[in-house]
């Protein structure tokens, strides 16, 4: 397939082909039940959630133009609140307008290209110097990502490999550099990864193994890149790897019937945004149904 250099807002797919017909549907994105454990997390754990400020947030969101990150605004602006919402092009976010002039008091649309350093330093600026963020940054969703999907591991080129690095992992990690020392300010405040169980090795290798190689490893990377923040610049902040499941956005309708929709997946993450702001779930890699995902 061909290879785009810019990512669509939420995710890309530079191919819409089917998958290779040894692979058949009902395995497409497999591992978003291969990968995660017989049972959720246990009670104990879901108990701490009673003990949280459900008080209003400052909430900062990548990719919010559709899909994922569009619910993702939609959903924190239901609970009050506040969302710094970045996409690349604010003009044609329709929705995402939409949304912002029901809620002017709080959603704040901005221009952020995540694979342009430049725009990545420009919205962070922004976010920094706005009134309603002064006292911090609650919580940081990097939702924003590429995918090439089906694209073989002997035919992908080191072109859309960069390509991939640079949306799903460089991005993520300069935001997220800019955006700590808000995050820093708050007491509970959370740094969420959007992830994939198709970055899963465990999963690959248990037979759900999918043709998405610069989409796979560069998730794996981007994975590593939030357990490097966990264990040596969190101070304070939680970590959190998300795995949304097979999700009926651009992205999961182009290779099958995806079971999950948008509002149900973000939902299930959003309980977690949540049971984690005592720090109970530092450092974990959850599914939106609250399942811990294997590496």
């Known amino acids: 397939g061909t290879h785009p250099r810019r990512p669509r807002e939420g995710f890309m797919i530079s191919s819409r082909r089917h998958l290779p017909r040894s692979l058949p549907s009902h395995l497409l994105f497999a591992s978003s039940l291969l990968l995660l454990s017989s049972s959720p997390l246990p009670v104990a754990s879901m108990a701490t959630s009673a003990k949280k400020s459900r008080g209003p947030e400052v909430w900062v969101v990548t990719g919010a133009s559709r899909g994922l990150g569009l619910e993702w605004v939609r959903q924190a602006t239901s609970r009050g609140h506040a969302v710094f919402a970045g996409c690349r092009t604010p003009a044609s976010a329709t929705d995402l307008q939409a949304l912002a002039t029901a809620n002017p008091s709080l959603v704040t649309v901005l221009p952020l290209d995540v694979a342009d350093e430049t725009s990545v330093a420009t919205f962070s600026d922004a976010v920094s110097g706005a009134e309603g963020a002064a006292g911090g940054v609650d919580v940081l969703v990097n939702n924003a990502g590429v995918a090439t999907i089906p694209e073989s591991v002997t035919t992908t080129t080191a072109d859309n490999m960069r390509h991939h690095f640079g949306v799903n992992v460089l991005g993520p990690m300069l935001l997220t550099q800019r955006m700590l020392p808000l995050l820093k300010q708050k007491s509970g405040a959370r740094a969420i990864m959007i992830s994939t169980g198709l970055s899963s090795n465990e999963a690959m290798l248990s037979g759900g193994a999918m043709e998405c190689c610069s989409y796979s490893v560069s998730k794996a990377a981007a994975n590593m890149l939030w357990t490097q923040f966990a264990t040596t610049a969190a101070e304070g902040v939680s ?37 984690a702001k005592d720090g109970g779930l530092h450092g974990a890699f959850m599914a939106y149904d609250r399942r811990r995902v294997r590496y």
Request: charged letters at 15%.
């Open 239 to 275: 970590f959190v790897t998300l795995h949304p499941g097979w999700v009926a956005t651009d992205m999961g309708l182009s290779v099958g019937p995806a079971p999950v929709q948008p509002a149900d997946s973000v939902a299930g993450m959003m309980r977690i945004v949540e049971e």
